[in-house]
């Protein structure tokens, strides 16, 4: 399927990007090469194979959550330059 000047120029404007006369001949190419490679797989036979989120066979490492001791929020603030409450207080960034 070969992708003419015309498909390519609709194409750029529904992206909304401007080409140059040299890179309409380029892109032509290069999408007719796409969808070509496209084609090739579309027409394989993968009905015996299972499908894959990864291609290694890989599983999380999960730790066991585990309960201790954590800091008091005094003890958490008490380096804290400037706080409100139980809260740090940043300089306000948006009006």
Known sequence: MLIDKETIKHVAHLARIELQPNELEKFSAQLHDILGFIDKLSRLDVTQVSPTSHI????????????????????????????????????????
Not at 56 to 67: A, E, T
Not at 76 to 94: D, Q, R
């Open 56 to 95: 290694l066979p890989i599983s999380n490492v999960l730790r066991k959550d585990k309960l201790h001791i954590s800091l008091t929020p005094e003890k958490a603030l008490e380096n804290a330059p400037c706080k409100k409450g139980n809260f740090f207080s940043v300089p306000k960034i948006l009006e």
